[in-house]
């Protein structure tokens, strides 16, 4: 109940987004979570937004830190290829782990340099005022 408050204070080209992508992809976020990440970021905005991993939203969150600065960090070369053959004004980075999910409890008696990921020198440098990780 709180959320639908929220979402209704969103700009309606905001709200169309959402709605669109809560259709397209009925398996990903509700409008109840999509509305939260959207109000964290405004919360900050214009701000400096890092987000691990590229998708059909993320130009929702370029659009409503548009402002701002927001970053988005890919590991799947043939969805940062989609994803930005369609939406070449976000500024994403290819990365590569090191480490599968599979292997958490033997990474968690690892030395923390092993577990160290190679970033963009403009990722280590900025202070980021969000940080979003989806999972995949």
């Not at 080209?13 to 398996?27: A, F, R, T, W």
């Not at 043939?78 to 980075?93: A, F, G, Q, R, V």
């Amino acid at each position: 109940r709180v959320y639908s408050l929220f979402f209704d204070k969103q700009a309606p080209e905001i709200q169309d987004q959402i709605q669109k992508l809560v259709e397209v992809n009925p398996y990903q976020l509700s409008i109840q979570e999509y509305t939260y990440l959207a109000n964290e970021i405004q919360r900050y905005t214009p701000c400096n937004t890092l987000i691990f991993g590229l998708g059909n939203d993320s130009p929702l969150w370029h659009q409503i830190n548009a402002r701002g600065q927001t970053i988005f960090l890919e590991h799947n070369q043939e969805w940062y290829e989609k994803i930005l053959s369609n939406n070449p004004h976000l500024t994403s980075y290819f990365i590569h782990y090191h480490t599968v999910l599979s292997d958490w409890e033997r990474l968690l008696h690892q030395d923390e340099a092993n577990l160290a990921i190679e970033l963009p020198c403009e990722v280590m440098q900025t202070r980021w005022d969000v940080i979003f990780v989806e999972n995949d």
